[in-house]
């Protein structure tokens, strides 16, 4: 039997869950705490993602619900890049990463599980992150809690 400690996730599964339709992308500036978001910017944001890759999983999304990149004008795809720039910044200085994965999934033949709101990945790597886990035993082990990683990278980013 494969146990994996997330305790996080109790929220997620007993929580409210939003309206059929609503994009979880597309957050009030308010909510902006609850959501994870790191830091917001007129055209852009940098948030938490909640199911992480792995440790400092950050997305960047345009404020403006938007579907493909062709379709982002210029000024919120300057700030996106700008804000994937700050972000692998900080967590280079936070997480003493050894390298990143920074994409874009469009389409679900390219793997977007949100295919109405464009975002960037920014996920941390380091040598060895990889092991027999995920090969062997199909199971992802995140190392911190998820609200931890939010409240240090939080406090580097939000300038």
Request: negative net charge; proline residues 4%.
């Amino acid at each position: 039997m494969k146990r994996l400690w997330a305790p996080w996730r109790m929220e997620y599964i007993a929580g409210e869950q939003p309206a059929r339709g609503t994009c979880f992308l597309c957050i009030e500036g308010d909510a902006d705490d609850n959501a994870l978001v790191l830091v917001r910017r007129p055209a852009a944001f940098a948030i938490m993602n909640r199911y992480p890759y792995a440790n400092g999983h950050v997305m960047v999304v345009p404020t403006r619900h938007v579907g493909r990149i062709e379709d982002l004008n210029d000024d919120e795809l300057l700030e996106m890049m700008r804000l994937v720039r700050t972000v692998s910044s900080v967590l280079s200085e936070e997480m003493s990463i050894d390298g990143l994965n920074v994409g874009i999934n469009m389409g679900k033949a390219a793997g977007a599980g949100l295919e109405e709101h464009i975002h960037i990945h920014v996920v941390p790597r380091w040598f060895g992150d990889t092991n027999f886990m995920p090969v062997v035993g199909e199971t992802k082990v995140i190392s911190e809690h998820l609200y931890e990683t939010y409240r240090r990278l939080k406090s580097r980013i939000d300038m």
